[in-house]
T-cell receptor, first 114, second 111 residues
Framework: DTAVSQTPKYLVTQMGNDKSIKCEQN?????MYWYKQDSKKFLKIMFS???????INETVPNRFSPKSPDKAHLNLHINSLELGDSAVYFC?????????????FGNGTRLTVT | DAKTTQPPSMDCAEGRAANLPCNHS???????VYWYRQIHSQGPQYIIH???NNETNEMASLIITEDRKSSTLILPHATLRDTAVYYC????????????FGQGTELSVKP
């Protein structure tokens, strides 16, 4: 069974559209994250949720809105997509309260904005 | 910015030990050293972490120098499937999972 699953795996869309990426974890973890990996392969955290509450919000444009309907799901909605949003987006989870427990990552969603 | 420096790339022969170095000369006393790897087209995978003592698990060993300014990740018997980018991260244990990834070391295991 996949521990952290993201859908879709690939997403191609045009500038100005609105799109969502879904993430689910079946590990029973309390904390979930979104990371972005750009074309230069740098991985940066975007958001972190613990038990459906936002705890980390990096300087991400407000066109990006995470939503956590329950602690097993953290979805990412992006409004008015721009060319610079093209990247691979990774969802991750970790057990317990935010801390040093290892993160478990999904296999990413490759977003291409044309 | 990442607080660690790693060589951009390394090669290793299949079956031999792969020793991946990491410098973290500005690490503070409450920061752990974490290692993750990213195999092409997959999400990062946790390998091991440590504070002061050397650590070993089923995947690898972590050797941390006494002054904690550097460390080495050891894959004892590298296989072709170990080809990946390896990230060394210095992080406060309770940082809320906010990992700061650098550029990592691209390890190529060759037959």
């Amino acid at each position: 069974d996949t521990a952290v699953s993201q859908t879709p795996k690939y997403l191609v869309t045009q500038m100005g559209n609105d799109k969502s990426i879904k993430c689910e974890q079946n590990l029973g973890h309390d904390t979930m994250y979104w990371y972005k990996q750009d074309s230069k392969k740098f991985l940066k955290i975007m958001f972190s949720y613990n038990n459906k509450e936002l705890i980390i919000n990096e300087t991400v444009p407000n066109r990006f809105s995470p939503k956590s309907p329950d602690k097993a799901h953290l979805n990412l909605h992006i409004n008015s997509l721009e060319l610079g949003d093209s990247a691979v987006y990774f969802c991750a989870s970790s057990p317990g309260t935010p801390g040093g427990s290892p993160l478990h990552f999904g296999n990413g969603t490759r977003l291409t904005v044309t | 910015d990442a607080k660690t420096t790693q060589p951009p790339s390394m090669d290793c022969a299949e079956g031999r030990a792969a020793n991946l170095p990491c410098n973290h000369s500005t690490i503070s006393g409450n920061e752990y050293v974490y290692w993750y790897r990213q195999i092409h087209s997959q999400g990062p995978q946790y390998i091991i972490h440590g504070l002061k003592n050397n650590e070993t698990n089923e995947m690898a060993s972590l050797i941390i120098t006494e002054d904690r300014k550097s460390s080495t990740l050891i894959l004892p018997h590298a296989t072709l499937r170990d080809t990946a980018v390896y990230y060394c991260i210095a992080q406060i244990y309770n940082q809320g999972g906010k990992l700061i990834f650098g550029q990592g070391t691209e390890l190529s295991v060759k037959p």
